[in-house]
């Protein structure tokens, strides 16, 4: 472990040594090796599960896609473009091809802190939730393109 900032106070706020060292067992070599092993493990199918859920999600939403957006203009609601900005935020932007829709539109994709989020501005705008909106994003975290409507 790294050492402790302010390690008296942390001492303290623990209810002192005595506490702290009541918590603290003795682990050999072996014992200390085997936790390491089954933690990498965990971590290792923790992230495979994940990578499994990314790739499921894909899947679903090229399905989703597909079944709306084909050759012919399609109708600009507010779970078109949700799906159609799902779709996007799996793909680079550099291989998109953009589907024709009632409306028009631009469509960006930008990192926010490590995160894909994809955005859509359209030429006029739709009802949604009450209001008139014309940009909508999917992906980015909380904090992060806020004058965008999150689908």
């Known amino acids: ?69 084909n050759d012919s203009t399609v109708e600009t609601t507010a779970e078109n473009i949700r799906i159609l900005l799902c779709y996007l935020n799996d793909i680079n932007w550099g291989v998109w091809q953009l589907p024709s829709m009632t409306i028009g539109y631009t469509c960006n994709q930008y990192d926010c802190d490590g995160k894909t989020a994809t955005t859509i501005t359209l030429d006029t705008p739709i009802e949604y939730r009450g209001e008139q909106v014309s940009q909508f994003q999917h992906g980015a975290p909380s904090g992060h393109l806020r004058h965008y409507h999150r689908l």
């Open 1 to 69: 472990m790294k050492p402790l900032e302010n390690a008296g106070s942390f001492i303290v706020s623990q209810g002192g040594i005595e506490t702290i060292l009541s918590k603290c067992k003795e682990v050999t070599d072996e014992e200390f090796l085997e936790d390491r092993k089954q933690l990498l493990m965990r971590n290792e199918q923790a992230k495979l599960r994940s990578q499994e859920l990314a790739l499921a999600n894909r899947k679903r939403h090229e399905e989703d896609y597909k079944a709306v957006f």
